[in-house]
Nanobody, 113 residues
Framework: QVQLVESGGGLVQPGGSLRLSCAASARMFTIYPMNWYRQAPGKQRELVATITSGGTTNYAESVKGRFTISRDNAKKMVYLQMISLKAEDTAVYYC???????WGQGTQVTVSS
């Protein structure tokens, strides 16, 4: 059974930065594209960023230029570096492996002064 564990969330002021981490237990981790989703209160969960097994990345328009997804296959880790955070980035952030329908428990990011 795959386990995904997110960490790194917290309270940050607008314009600040955070780095989220996701630890995966999946065997053959390297073959899976990895995703970061987020869900704000009262809104649907949305895809924020994706990284393929080969390292190709894709981002939602709302975070392009501010968020960077990366992975360390040796450590089975996925990261989301977030800069220039805005209030509208406030959400619970989830790590995901879509093909396995695997989700972490989420980590709360709150951007507020």
């Amino acid at each position: 059974q795959v386990q995904l564990v997110e960490s790194g969330g917290g309270l940050v002021q607008p314009g600040g930065s955070l780095r989220l981490s996701c630890a995966a237990s999946a065997r053959m981790f390297t073959i899976y594209p990895m995703n970061w989703y987020r869900q704000a209160p009262g809104k649907q969960r949305e895809l924020v960023a994706t990284i393929t097994s080969g390292g190709t990345t894709n981002y939602a328009e709302s975070v392009k230029g501010r968020f960077t997804i990366s992975r360390d296959n040796a450590k089975k880790m996925v990261y989301l570096q977030m800069i220039s955070l805005k209030a509208e980035d406030t959400a619970v952030y989830y790590c995901n492996i879509r093909s396995l329908d695997a989700w972490g428990q989420g980590t709360q990011v709150t951007v507020s002064s």
